[in-house]
């Protein structure tokens, strides 16, 4: 496939937007979390709901995943792919992240990750989130 | 937020495939399933594994879906939302579903999918897809 198709750009000022919204998850900083958001984002979360619509709905997500634990979080990618035009854009990855162990402690997981995103007045804004882990076997 | 930053036509040209492919699917048309994907797609389903790369690895994840019934599976959508460029696109949407119960019929479920595409040479690809539903509470 062309490589070339994407739109460079575009790509590198993605990439800064999303490592940037992880480093703020890590710090639990929500300004920084929720900066580039669409107030119409649609969020859809590793745990319930199916679906959550909103600014301050997708907020909330942020809640309940900083609630178990008040010690640091891990949210690193562990890949990101980026595909970019001028006006559109979306991205995966895989990141590693922890649950609540048995102890008490953090059990390591994996998560998936793709965001949608729009250039709206030459500010890339996320309009859409997809974080999920495979069902249970 | 402006609606008119889309591009109608990509729009409605990725509608017509991504609505062909959820029949497709209905009526387990695996040449038809597979017809607008990318040879390097990478897919996160709603089973294990984590992550499938390439066209084999993602026919195996229909294998897999239409293993467990040989009666119809319902794949509906309940809403799509597409945001399209000139080269590059996301949709995502809600789906009816089912899966296995327990009296060895159908149970309802519900689940949510992003799609990733690029036009490739004036043909809409699917290059990533993300199906899921919410972790267990």
Redo the contacts between chains.
Sequence with gaps: ??EK?G?AGSEAAIREIIEGWAAAVRRRDYPAILQNH???I?M????????SEGLEAYKKTWDLFFSWTDRPIPFDFIDL?I????????A?A?LNCAEPGPDGGQKPL?F?L?I?L?N?GGCWTI??E?H??????
């Design positions: 496939m062309d198709v739109h669409s107030p119409d649609v859809f979360d590793v745990p319930p709901p199916l679906r792919t595909t970019a035009d001028e006006h559109v854009a979306f995966f895989t994996k998936r793709t949608g729009r709206i309009t859409h997809h999920s882990v495979p069902a249970a076997e």
